[in-house]
């Protein structure tokens, strides 16, 4: 089954997805939205193409390496402007860099495999 073939890179961005929109969610409801502008961002833009590279491998896609590689990238820019805020003690951005971190590195081992 192709969905097997993936299946570790396919939950990790399933649980990326969760976590930025969490992330998102959270950064908007804090007093101080201004400052999480671009954290808000990638969070959305992470989202997007986690979602993009799961459509992708359930359908064993042609350019699903292509789509993983840019979305390890995103997941990585995601995941350095959360830790800037997780510093700064906001435990949500610290859940979503490490679902963030984990992603990339799913996307790479994937990208590796395939």
Known sequence: MIQT????CIEACNECVVMCNQCAMAC?????VEHLRKCIQLNLECVAICEASVTSMS????FSKDICTLCAEICDACAEECEKHASMGMDHCKECAEACRKCADACRQMMNAA
């Not at 073939?5 to 570790?8: G, P, S, V």
């Not at 359908?59 to 042609?62: A, E, I, N, P, S």
């Open 5 to 8: 073939k993936y299946q570790e």
């Open 28 to 32: 908007l409801n804090e007093e101080n």
């Open 59 to 62: 359908l064993d896609g042609k």
